[in-house]
């Protein structure tokens, strides 16, 4: 008998056959479409994979544009505010610095054309080397990479340093740039810079978004311009309406000042009359001191009226400053025209003292104008009104509490179709060379700005009233004014260093102060002063400098003054300045601001108070 083993090697060898046979089978019938299938799916796999990588792009394309618009959202929000346009292109840098898909060296900067045109000058940047803004503070129009695109209105791109770069500096690191044009009516306005990696490849969709932000500055940039423009117009506006009204005021004001100085020269020559009679010298002495007191004032609210500055608002009495103008209206105003008064309130406004003297004054000399002829009756009105929703549906104007001020004239008056212009700037009744059209319009302006309201009501023959409506504040104690106290200053035995170009005001500071007990060095130039404060800083004790001198100002000579010795007290004296107010003259350490006109007196109690308060630091 065969073993069993042989029998099952046998039949393994078998079935080994006859598998192969059914597999050699299958394949011959088989093989041609499991091929078709196999390929069938290496497609779909293909497909699939180029279906992704579609998908993945589009989602960057998306998150791309996003950012984009994120960034030229933020860009318009923020041109909306109150901030500069070197602010807002330092923003505008970080914000395209921050971009990782935007090939860059981190560095960064944008000009913009100003004062002298194809001139680029350098407003704001990011990471640029240390000699850069030196050696590109202004570009030229067609000078460097940034000057051509400048001049071209293209964009400029550069993967290296190549010869276009005439604006060289010093270790000058291998770089490349996109200098993108910022462009209104195809007139270059501005310029962007970016830092390029060496050898970087240029890219349509990088110009794309930097032409995209050129694009969204140079809209910002105009609605800037004009706005400063506006501004600028608006100022000039108001300030040709001031000197149409101190032109018509300007007889009245120098007869009210040569009436004053006729009665000092008077007074002064009485008192030298009459020295032997010391009580009659010290009448006419004080006569002469209420004088002074008469013109100081005239200055002042002249300068009020006049200046040229920023609005600035406070919690203001409006019944006082009414009465200050009909000082200087009754000087101006002839007798033929009588003017009355009607104050019946004494509220507050949030209001701007000068803006509201513009309105008064205007206002006032329009009513002059229209009884000039035949005379007549100016009146001035101040009263409090609440007005009601009934109320403000029929005028105009918000509900709530106001003050009303009112000025009406018995004048010629107006009919419908000049009441309905008079607001329009430069339009005027008035014959040619005798008024610009400008004070109505700057009253309307003014009256807007806080809030306000005003209205007008005329017949021909009949004359014409204004009411001007400001929002009322609520009532608060009102701090009570003092006057200044006749009393005698405190001596002193300090060394004082006094500087006026005005030799009278050196030679009587210098015999009060002597006699006062100070020690005094007067000059009368600021080189003068700074030249012996420099030899013995520790000599002197306090500083009295005048603003407007020749050669050197009070606030450079207190400047290096207070470098050379930080703890000297300066008390700066000013006529008139616009470089220099109070609080900025403190802001930079000055102790005390003295106004000329000013009384010694005055003087004196304020060198007592400066120098006892450095005493006691």
Partial sequence: MPRRSDDEEKWQMMREKIIGLGEKSIRKSYYPELRQKIIELEKANRELALEVIERQRGEEEIKRNYEIQTIINSLLKLSLQDISLAELFSITIDSILSLRWLSHQGKAFIFLVEDAPEVLVLKAGTGLPEQLPDHCATVPFGQCLCGLA???????????????????????????HY??????????IGLICIFLPAGHKRDASEEEFLVSIAHTLAGIIQRKLMAQEKSRLAEELRQ???????????????????????????????????????????????????????????????LTFSRRSAQQKEPLQLSLLIKECLKLLRSTIPATIEIRQDIRSTARSLADPTQIHQIIMNLCTNAYHAMRQSGGVLTLALEDVEMSAEDAGLSGISPGPYIRLSVSDTGTGMGKETLSKIFEPYFTTKEIGEGTGLGLALVHG?????????????????????????????????????????????????????????????????????????????????????????????????????????????????????????????ILCSGHSDMVNRDQALAMGIRAYVAKPYFMSEMLRTIRTVLNRRNHT
């Avoid at 200098?179 to 270059?188: C, E, G, K, W, Y």
């Avoid at 007074?267 to 007191?293: G, H, S, W």
């Avoid at 002193?492 to 009587?508: A, F, K, M, S």
């Fill in 446 to 570: 003014i009256v807007q700005g806080h809030n306000g309201h005003i209205m007008v009501a005329s017949e021909p023959g009949k004359g014409t009233v204004f009411h001007v409506f400001l929002p009322r504040l609520h009532r608060a104690s009102a701090a009570s004014a003092t006057l200044l106290e006749d009393t005698e200053a405190e001596r002193g035995h300090e060394h004082i260093l006094i500087v006026d170009d005005e030799q009278n005001i050196i030679r009587i500071a210098r015999e009060i102060l002597e006699d006062s007990g100070y020690q005094v060095s007067a000059h009368r130039t600021g080189a003068g002063a700074l030249e012996q404060f420099q030899q013995q800083p520790e000599k002197f004790d306090l500083l009295i400098t005048d603003m407007a001198m020749p050669g050197m100002s009070g606030v450079d000579l207190a400047r290096q003054v207070m470098e050379l010795k930080p703890s000297m007290p300066v």
């Fill in 240 to 302: 040709a309406a001031k000197m149409e009204a101190i032109g018509t005021l300007a007889g009245g004001i120098a007869h009210d000042f040569n009436n004053i100085l006729t009665a000092i020269f008077g007074f002064t020559e009485l008192a030298r009359m009459d020295l032997p009679q010391p009580e009659k010298v010290e009448k006419n002495l004080n006569a002469i001191y209420r004088c002074t007191l008469r013109a100081k004032e005239l200055v002042k609210q002249i």
């Fill in 150 to 176: 400048a001049s071209t209105g293209e964009i400029q791109f550069a993967d290296h340093d190549d010869e276009r770069h005439t604006l060289r500096y010093e270790n000058m690191q291998p770089h490349g």
């Fill in 179 to 188: 200098a993108v044009p910022i462009l209104l009516d195809n007139r270059t």
